[in-house]
């Protein structure tokens, strides 16, 4: 797909964000078409450059760092010089888009939230994530994915007796899609009507918003009882031979035929609370690939193995869905040699076709030191329209 086809050609978002959620979401514009410009503090550059999260590094940044800012610009500008904050705002002007995951009360006391901003460029879309929102008992806590999900109850489902976390950055991920969502669907409406507007989300948020079914309270419990044999079975994971097996809530009497079991039925009936035992006991009898095999025989017996990230990499499942692209991180000095890395592409098609951007993460300042004059909505070094209105 050429350039000027993507969703989003021609937008121009000013990325003040750090860390995961921000830039994430940052990345999801950059991947439909926008423009993105990462805006970072002289010398060491947002944090992310040096916070390991999966403590390794490549051409002098984090892995991560590497992952979730690909396809971006990057200039430098000191906010707390006067000067150097004049040339913010002037980009701000001439901006479609600002992304900001600050404390709250950091971007206001710099001159940059949204109601300072609104009076330059009245057509901006400002999107503000934090931990725990701007007001409220909890606004002044750091805003970090572990501690979101600490709060948040989620920890509490794993079914173990003591909390547990998914081992991922899944409060991030989830906030930095929110964000995302609302700043295109301000995009559209700016279409139709010209103005601008805020958007605003939260880890604590978008992690509740994650419970949604668990938080649900019908009116009365009156709701009719289904038959033991229609109900579904247990859900979860389970011990096979040689490995482990999901199953995700499968009828009863679809679970029995698969396993074999004819009276799993009349037992759920009878004894409800030895199911999930005798369930564990069957599926201990034999192989994964053995149960794999038996479900292509009883479809509805929803069942999938459990693999590691490595058995799931070498599958053929995996190499259909084209998921990787390499990148390519420019030298730090002319005629230097460009570091290339293997990461992942945007996780959507558009118009059947796999979105992919050969430019890897910016090096700190490689696109312009605002001190020095450098104005990055001069000119679009990859071609094309500066300017989303």
């Known amino acids: 797909m050429q350039p000027e086809d993507l969703p989003l050609a021609g937008t121009v978002v000013l990325d003040f964000s750090q860390f995961l959620a921000g830039p994430v ?92 901003v609104r009076e330059l460029n ?81 880890l604590l948020e978008g992690m509740l918003d994650l419970q949604a079914t668990l938080l649900i309270r019908p009116e009365s419990d009156d709701e009719p009882r289904s038959s033991p044999t229609s109900a579904p079975a247990p859900s979860g994971i389970f011990a096979t031979k040689d490995g482990y097996v999901a199953l995700a809530g499968a009828p009863l009497d679809e679970l029995a035929t698969a396993l074999g079991d004819a009276d799993l039925a009349t037992e759920a009936e009878d004894r409800p609370d030895r199911v999930s035992d005798r369930i564990a006991a069957a599926l201990a009898r ?49 005629g230097g040699t460009p570091v290339t890395l293997t990461t992942t592409r945007s996780p959507i098609r558009v118009d059947g076709e796999i979105l992919r951007h050969r430019r890897g993460a910016p090096r700190l300042g490689e696109h312009g030191i605002l001190r020095d004059g450098a104005d990055p909505l001069g000119a679009d070094p990859l071609g094309g329209d500066t300017h989303g209105r």
């Not at 690909?70 to 000067?83: G, H, I, Y």
């Not at 609302?182 to 605003?200: F, I, K, Y």
């Open 122 to 202: 009245p057509a901006l879309v400002y999107a503000s994530a934090s931990g725990y929102g701007d007001t409220g008992p909890w606004a002044s806590r750091p805003g970090q994915d572990l501690l979101a999900q600490a709060v948040s109850g989620a920890t509490w489902l794993a079914g173990a007796d003591r909390p547990m976390t998914i081992g991922l950055s899944l409060a991030d991920h989830l906030m930095s899609c929110h964000l995302a969502e609302g700043v295109t669907a301000l995009l559209v409406r700016r279409a139709r009507t010209g103005r601008g507007g805020l958007v605003e989300t939260s």
């Open 286 to 334: 034999d192989t994964t690939a053995s149960w794999m095999d038996a479900r292509t025989d009883h479809e509805r017996a929803w069942i999938a193995p459990v693999l590691t990230l490595e058995e799931l990499l070498a599958s053929p499942e995996f190499a259909a869905f084209e998921m990787t692209q390499e990148v390519e991180r420019s030298a730090p000095e002319p």
């Open 25 to 116: 979401a940052a990345l999801r514009l950059a991947d439909l078409g926008a423009r993105v410009i990462k805006v970072e503090r002289p010398r060491t550059g947002e944090i992310g450059r040096t916070l390991a999260f999966a403590g390794r590094s490549a051409a002098g940044d984090t892995l991560s760092f590497h992952a979730m800012n690909r396809n971006k610009e990057a200039v430098v500008a000191d906010l707390k010089d006067p000067d150097d904050l004049a040339r913010v705002k002037d980009l701000v002007a001439r901006a479609d888009v600002l992304i900001e995951n600050f404390r709250p009360g950091v971007m206001e006391r710099i001159g940059l939230d949204y109601a300072s």
